[in-house]
């Protein structure tokens, strides 16, 4: 996660932080780009939420190891 933090700051690019809670209640709606870094379980909610953010256009960059 510090490292998404450092790279987002140094590229100048706003990011805010969301918990599961606000995921499942359907902010993803405000924004275009989702990064889940080292994500290892996500709720059915979370998983509905994401798909109608991913159907909507949004993105997820795909983090390389």
């Not at 790279?7 to 275009?32: D, H, M, N, P």
């Not at 080292?38 to 983090?63: C, V």
């Amino acid at each position: 996660r510090e490292a998404w933090v450092r790279q987002l700051e140094t590229l100048g690019v706003q990011f805010r932080f969301l918990a599961s809670q606000q995921i499942e209640a359907g902010e993803l709606a405000r924004f275009k780009v989702l990064i889940l870094p080292y994500s290892i379980a996500l709720s059915d909610a979370e998983i509905r939420e994401i798909d109608r953010f991913l159907a909507r256009g949004g993105r997820i960059p795909r983090a390389e190891r």
